[in-house]
Every structure is written in C-alpha cells, then in structure tokens.
C-alpha cells in the first residue's frame, strides 16, 4: 500500500471510528461549543501489534470519549506523510495526541503526548495494562487530556447502574459512561431493580424481592456478597445514599401508607421523615445533602415536593401535569429533572429551583427516571421508545441522544455521582521525544 | 377427634368439593352446613414452593378414602394448582381499582368478602396479597400504591374477620402486568389485588 492511500483510509477510518460503536457525532461544532473546544489530530498509534487488538478495546473508547467530552474535537487527518506541527497546522488542530503502544509479555504500555501548535509537550504520560486494561486505559487517558485542557477531569471513568431482564429476572447491573462493558452485579433470579450509588461510588443500594418480600440491599460495585438493610417496614423502595453519611432515604411502609424514612446502612437509627396520609416515593438527597426531594399525592396526583433533611420546611415543586416523579438533582443543586407527563406520555422535564422556570426535554414514546452525569452535562433516562425500555444518554439540551442498552429491556438507570477512582496508574514520560520543557508544568498538573 | 371421626369428615368436605365447581365465581359453600366448621377440608401435603410451605409428614389421618368418586377433585397438593383451583371456583377472588386509586370498589368489596368466607373456613391456608399497578404511571409511585392497595384488602379481610396473622402484602407496582397489553382493556386486568394462597 502506497503511504498516500494509507494514509487517506487512516483518515477514512479515524472518521468512521467513533461511529463503529453505535454513535451519532455531531459533525458539526455549534458555534457557542467552537468558541471553546480544541481540535485535536488523534492519528492511528504508533505500534507493531494487529490494529484489531488496539482498536475496539482502546482506541475507539478513546476518540469516542474525546469527541464527546465537550472540550476536544477530533480532526481529521489530512493525506500526506506529516507528524508534529506539520500535521497539527494541515489538520487545523490545535492539539496532537500522539500515542505508541508496545507489548512486553503479557502488558500493553500505551505513551500518550499531547503536543500543541508549537511543538511544546503540553503531557506525556505512560500507562500499563494487560488486555482487559485497556478500556480503562482509554477512559483515564481521557480523562488527563481533559484534565490538561480543562483543568478539570472528564467523567469517562463514571458508570451507570441500572436493571435488567437480559438473563432472566431484572437483576442489577453496571456498564460504562459509553454503554461499553456492560455487566451483571447481582444474581438472586428474583425480581431485582432501582439500583443508587453511594457517594463514593464504591456501592450501590437496590431492592430485591427474592425473599417474597421487598427488602433493601447493598453490594459492592464488584459484585459479591449482599448486605441486608433490615428495616421492620413495608416496601424498602426508592432506596438513595446519602452524599454526606452512611443515611439510606427510602420508601418505607405501614399498615398501607408509604412514607419516607431513613436509616442508616446497617439497619440502625430508622427515623421517619413524612407524616401524611397520602402516598409519598421517590426521595432523593441534594447534592449536599441538606434537602430530600420527593413524590407526594397529598395534593390529589403526584407531584414533586422538597423538605429539609429532618422532614421540616416541605414546599412543592411541579404544578403542571397530574403525574410527576422521579426527581433527581444537577450536581450543583440549582435544578432539578424529573419525570412529568405531558399529553398522556412522560417526558423529562427540567425545573430551575430558583427561577421555578421548567423546560421538557421531549422524545418519542414514554421517557422516565433521569439520572445527571457527574458532571451535569449529560442525563441518562429510560425510554420505551423502541418499544420496549432501554436506557438512553444525551447532553442537558437533548442533543447527541445515544443508546446504550439494547438486550432485554433495561431502566433504573442511576449515574455514579463522582468519578470512580480508576486504579490506573501511570508515570510521567520523562524523555519527550520532542520537547520537555512543560514537563515542570506537566508535573504540577498530574495529580493522581 | 378419632380417626374414623376425621376419616369422616374428611369425606363429607371432599364431597362438597365435587359439588363446588358448579357454581363458579359464586360463594362456594365449601363445607356442608351440618358438617361443625372446624371440620373442614384436612391439611393437604403441600410441595414446598414456597419458603413458608412445610410438607405434611402425618399422612395416616387422610388415607384415600375408598369411594372412587372422591379422588377425582379434592384441592390439589400442588400450592400452584391449588391457587389455580381457587382462583377458578372463586374460592378466593382479586379485586380491581380504578386508575391511581386504592378505593376499594362495591364489586371488590363482593370479590373480598367471598374470599373471606372461605379463608374463615380453611385455616390452613394463609394469603399474601399482591398488589399490582397498570403501566401507565411511574415505577417508583407505582410500587407505593400497590403496596396501599394490597393493604385495603387486608383490612377489609380483617373486618370480616380474617385472622391478621395470616395476610402478609407485597407490591409489585407496574413490575409484573397480567396483562402485557398497552390498551384500557390490559391496564383494567393489570390493576388488581391479586390473592394468592399459600401455606403456614
């Protein structure tokens, strides 16, 4: 193959790449987003091992990851043998990623430099992994080069837990921000759903009927052994971690009226929040904690109610429409989305706390439980748009709508609250092939 | 109580049953009026099916008795084919709601009080009741008036004088439709109580 037409499929297939993986990219910036992205070359890396072994586990997560994070955009590469300024000035890119991945034994090692238009080495960075690593790799890499830019990191090592009936019953299971690496947590063959992390990310509460009964239990995002939350109460739903204790809020039943409790993770120190007669579901904490969001009939429908922590201070939120719930908080706390039916089918809706201003985010069919990004950019949400439920991710504007699940049905989609410690580790290159005199610079930077 | 007595009695209640399931969806007087309540139809040996089952090891007390006709349908052993059974004659009956409501209707309140005159009769039985949810509404509320919903039966039931101890409720919410259409007709199927016998 003659270096003109390798390089031209290259483009070809950087092009398509992110595509492969069931995604629509936008292909053009908008003008507000151009104002603050970065054009990046990401040219094929530089490696003896077969593409296919590189690519669907590293390379596509990579470029899918950069191309969505809001703070690149990937440029093509234009034919010609170019590399260094010369590529990044013919690419109209500001930046070049230039990666070379070598196996030695068993572990790939990948070197990441980030060069700019000048040629200054704006990262170099080395990581180590075996096969299954490198997703992980790719993500964290990722998540560096955003956090180069940016300053800070990207959310492309945060999951989604969710439930579904793939394997039989619905069981709890997890994927990854893209819908990559999707699997199977608990294994009870019983009716298992609504899975919520915990403030570190490290667990997820959920309830299982696998007893005959409703009962809250916790589990680690690895999988293992389950821990029962006894509560002596009804139903065990709606379960939600605190992000400041080791509180559980919850739907909690008596003689027929569910209220909302907390208790802490070890069945301790129950206390009930809510009072009323009517049905009250579906609490949710506010990002620091000091307020619990919920779902009260007490009005004659559902709708979407706030209370201080200890119960006190309850004012309602949503007026319009006669079924409102699931409400959930932006990580900064200023807005609230929730499911609201509009024209007899559900919608996202998001409501500005301050300004009670709302606006839907409409879609086919019935869109339900959303759940923000850790970074408040994005929500995921279930939709039986296919006719059948499967979870849905696009940005807070409705734009870049992805699929993520197709097998069986899924929903319960819950979106860890802060980037899960990768446990990647990775080492300063500390010989830059082109220019090291950011590498002070680079050090300050790279916190891990 | 001597085991001729009981062998007795045994036959008077399985004959009833033969009669039973000519009336279909009506209160189906189980056991004849001559026969005292508290001989009743025996403890059948249930398959565990479920966590609460205990199989009945004493068999001596309910040997075959040897007419031919009163094999053919006594309540079945199997706690799922029982439930069939019971379901089918009216022994026990669900009851419908209205949509997000957990009123219960004139009609459930009939389909409860049947179900309570036989459960009143048949100690050795218990109930859990589930309560179900059309798909229409979200999961999460769904799962809170199914749970208020399977509870207005149980008090119903313990006004008519159904022992507390034996009900025990569980929500479904919108998770487990009867029905898995997507018209009023499926939903209307989908909102219910449903009953279901289990053993002590």
Known sequence: MKPTTFLLSLTLLLAALPLAAQTQIHP??????????????????????????????????LTRDLAYSGVFAIAPIPPGILSGVELIKAAGAQFLL???????????????RLIDSTGALQSGRRYRGGAGALPRIAHTLANDLVKVVNGKPGIFMSMIGFASNRSGNFEIWLMDWDGANQRQITHHNALSILPSWSADSQRMVYTSFFRGTSDMYIISRRGGARVHVPTGLNLNTSATFSPISNDIAFVGSVAGNPDIYVVKDDGTNLRRLTHDS???????????????????????????????????????ISFEGEWNDDATWSPDGSQLAYTSRVNGRFQIRIADLATHQSRILAGEGSNEQPTWSPDGKWIAFQSNRSGRWQIYRMRVDGNDLLQLTFDGENKDPDWSKKEAASGQQSELIRQPTTDNRQLTTDNQRTDH | MNKTFKAFAVTIALLALIVAPACHKKVAPVVTPTVDTSMTVPPVPLTVTTATAQ??????????PKTDTVAVDTLPGDIEELNRVAQS?????????????????????????????????????????????????????????????????????????????????????EERPFDPGHDESAWAKN???????VGK
């Open chain 2, 191 to 197: 909102r219910r109580d449903h009953l279901v016998l």
């Open chain 2, 89 to 173: 004659r009216g022994y026990v009956q669900d009851a419908f709601f209205e949509f997000n409501d957990s009123t219960l209707s004139a009609a459930a309140q009939t389909a409860l009080t049947s179900s309570a005159t036989w459960l009143k009769k048949n100690g050795q039985y218990n109930l859990l009741i589930e309560g179900h949810c059309d798909e229409r509404g979200t999961e999460q509320y769904n799962l809170a008036l199914g749970d208020r919903r399977a509870n207005q039966a149980k008090e119903y039931l313990v006004t008519l004088g159904v022992d507390a101890g034996r009900i025990r409720t569980v929500s479904y919410g």
């Open chain 2, 55 to 64: 199989p009945v090891t004493d068999t001596a007390d309910f040997v075959s």
């Open chain 1, 278 to 316: 009517s049905i009250e579901s579906t609490p949710e904490w506010s990002p620091n904690g000091t307020q619990i969001s919920f779902t009260s009939g007490r009005s004659g429908s559902p709708q979407i109610y706030t209370m201080d922590a200890d119960g006190s201070n309850v004012q309602r």
């Open chain 1, 98 to 112: 230039a990666l070379k991945i070598d196996q030695q034994g068993e572990e790939y090692i990948v070197d990441a």
């Open chain 1, 28 to 61: 053009e910036l908008n003008q507000n987003q151009a104002l603050t992205i970065a054009r990046i070359a990401v040219p094929r890396p530089e490696t003896t091992l077969p593409l296919e072994t590189i690519n669907t586990p590293f390379f596509a997560p």
